[in-house]
DNA sequence: GTAGCTGCAAATACTTTGCATAGAT
DNA sequence: ATCTATGCAAAGTATTTGCAGCTAC
């Protein structure tokens, strides 16, 4: 007899959430996906694994597209997008518009955070402050307000490579 | 001689800010805008008015529009558009990204304040919390950024009405 | 075998732009 | 008089949807 993490049919689901808190790496297998009444389609596990397998990555529905062209996989644009909606309500991805019009995608290690971005160059980094949280459930229920989500990004220019130099160098000409 | 507020072509902009500051009600003037190297066009005048007459209103392009219709103002989308953007290169609004996916904006009174938003009725209640703040900087410092713009959202249900109540069945279901 | 997926193209939603006319300074 | 703004329609960008054929279970 097999040891299962969880119990009975979510099993998959408690021992991925295990494993995300153990800070383990993350594979969604086949399994995963038809436990959440997703088939598991080549379309699925590639996008999941092109998640699970890059650092820090957030991505557009474009930049999926684009990944997964190079890499000799010719997805529809419309099934990235039917995918990564899935995948969100699914809570394998999170979803975030950060400054410009477009929706980013990260994988969902279970660990939340917020998100520091470069106007410049695009780097995303990620922060968690518990005095910060703190704060907000208080002003939530100040308000009385039930709070399900939240956004927090800081915008600005990074010390990597001369995005800060550029930007004074634009503020001055303007 | 008249005193003025500020110092010589910039007055405008400096008795503005003053008055914001002492929260009496800001009227833009015609002055205003041509300071601004705006010309003073009705649509330009009828769109900044509404928004200092509105309390805590935070408006889409669409509200801007179908409320200037409303008082028998025919201007088109296409001005409201432009002349929201103008604005808000100017200062005169601010820009917000709730969570639909339609721009929102909101008179810029020179306080700076985060938004917690009512996700069934759209209510939209500010706050200020300078613990978040500080510790918004200290974290950008950490991480070796130079933070220009924040946005700090919260989403839930309010005590008004009966969107937590509604909240509560809708879950129900799922 | 059937319910659910994919690709394509067309549709949608929000926003921007080109151009001829109208208006502000 | 000049430079800029406006309105309209057309274009643009991000995303969603209808439908016929394909695939996982």
Request: hydrophobic residues 30%.
């Amino acid at each position: 007899m097999r040891y299962s993490i969880g119990i009975g049919r979510k099993s998959g689901y408690y021992s991925r959430t295990l494993r995300s808190i153990q800070h383990l790496p993350m594979t969604t297998t086949p399994q995963d996906l038809n436990e959440r009444g997703l088939k598991a389609t080549l379309p699925r596990l590639r996008i999941i694994r092109l998640f699970e397998t890059s650092r820090d990555c957030h991505m557009t529905a474009e930049d999926v597209y684009r990944r997964l062209k190079e890499d000799g996989l010719d997805i529809g644009l419309a099934t990235i997008y039917r995918v990564l909606t899935q995948f969100e309500q699914a809570g394998l991805l999170l979803r975030h518009h950060f400054e410009s019009d477009k929706a980013v995608y990260e994988i969902n290690r279970g660990h939340h955070h917020d998100h520091i971005v470069c106007l410049h160059c695009g780097k995303v980094e990620e922060f968690f402050d518990a005095e910060i949280e703190k704060r907000q459930n208080e002003i939530a229920q100040e308000k009385n307000f039930e709070v399900v989500d939240h956004a927090l990004y800081l915008y600005g220019y990074c010390a990597t490579g001369d995005c800060a130099e550029r930007r004074r160098a634009e503020s001055d000409e303007g």
